[in-house]
């Protein structure tokens, strides 16, 4: 069965640097998008990105977020200069060409900035 | 309330029990979404249901949507200690075709074998 893959499954990185977080979404799927889950709270949804571009984003994807899809497989989350309070798991998504159908989740990058 | 708050929080039963959990709502939405995750791990998709559909049913789960209420319900009948996991419900309010989807607190599911 088709999957989204995220690499790498846990990333530790010092404060100020940069991160990009990696996803492979499903072959077909032309949405994407990233969700964080700080430890112990909600799913919070970050970016949906369509046809090249941001479709929608939350607040807390301010300056320091970038999403790429560098090329036809890979979607990126780039965080410029990683503060503490980053420190959470990301995860990945991907939906079908009809949209407003379910997201199909990566198991999820754990970062780690300290 | 928050977009998508569950409850119980916290919900203990003995294998072979049901499992009723619980999510309200407070926007309109075009769909409500059941999601699992064990601990540590990724979300697990378990059902969609859309905002003119009132139940539907995937293998041993049960889902109920009201609208006029702006709540679902999760029902897992004759529990596992496999479903032992946090489930979360999440709304989909998107005005485009993408989907953005707003997930609820969870309810931690301990099922006892």
């Known amino acids: 069965e088709p999957e989204v893959t995220q690499t790498p499954s846990h990333q530790v990185t010092q404060m100020g640097q940069e991160v990009i977080l990696r ?5 077909n ?56 309070e980053d420190s959470a798991m990301y995860f990945c998504a991907s939906s079908p060409p009809k ?3 379910e997201a199909f989740f990566g198991q999820g990058t754990r970062l780690t900035v300290v | ?67 006029s209420k702006k709540s679902s319900s999760l029902l897992i009948t004759a529990s596992r200690a496999a479903d032992t996991a946090s489930y979360f419900c999440a709304t989909d309010t998107s005005s485009g075709g993408y989907q953005k989807v707003t997930f609820g607190t969870g309810t931690k599911l301990q099922v006892i074998p």
């Not at chain 1, 994807?61 to 503060?83: A, H, M, Y």
């Not at chain 2, 309109?28 to 540590?40: C, E, M, P, T, V």
């Open chain 1, 99 to 101: 949209g407003r159908t």
């Open chain 1, 29 to 84: 799927h032309l949405y994407f998008y990233w969700y964080r889950q700080i430890l112990g709270q909600k799913v919070e949804f970050l970016v949906s990105f369509y046809n090249n571009e941001i479709s929608e984003k939350s607040e807390i994807f301010d300056d320091q977020f970038s999403v790429e899809r560098p090329d036809g497989s890979n979607f990126t989350l780039k965080i410029r200069s990683t503060k503490l």
């Open chain 2, 1 to 67: 309330s928050q977009q998508g708050e569950e409850d119980p929080q916290a919900l203990s039963i003995q294998e072979g029990e049901n499992a009723t959990m619980n999510c309200s709502y407070k926007t309109s939405i075009n769909n409500l979404q059941w999601y699992r995750q064990n601990s540590g791990r990724g979300l697990v998709h378990l059902i969609l249901i859309r905002s003119n559909e009132r139940e539907k049913h995937s293998g041993r789960l049960r889902v109920t949507l009201d609208t």
């Open chain 1, 23 to 27: 996803c492979v979404p499903i072959s």
